[in-house]
């Protein structure tokens, strides 16, 4: 499943309606940290990333749109009342190897001719 332009373009809207919202950025550093959450607020949007600035430092930090798609970077945004993430929770479906083989094994069987027992 791939990521459509349609879809980034409809989360830079988003994200562009709410200019000035806070908003909580979940990442993590590395494979071996544990995610850091961090409170920002949005300040400008572009084509291909946004810009926030971070409440607990004079500082500012950019994230790119697909960044939310790969999950590499959650979003939570601020609605009044709680904090929402702005894409909705990914589906995990794991696949085991077995999975992944059968369909592959059953192909080469109805490829192949039955073998015909000869007394």
């Not at 959450?37 to 749109?65: H, L, M, P, Q, W």
């Amino acid at each position: 499943m791939g990521i459509y332009r349609s879809e980034i373009a409809d989360l830079r809207k988003n994200i562009g309606d709410n200019i000035g919202q806070k908003i909580i950025i979940k990442e993590s550093p590395g494979k071996r940290s544990k995610p850091q959450e961090k409170v920002a607020t949005i300040e400008n949007t572009y084509n291909s990333y946004f810009r926030v600035k971070f409440d607990d430092a004079n500082r500012v930090g950019s994230y790119n749109y697909t960044d939310l798609f790969t999950r590499t970077v959650e979003v939570s945004m601020y609605n009044g009342e709680s904090f929402e993430p702005i894409l909705p929770p990914q589906m995990d479906i794991k696949k085991t190897r077995r999975d992944l083989i059968k369909p592959q094994v059953a192909a080469q069987a109805q490829d192949e001719e039955p073998m015909l027992e000869e007394n």
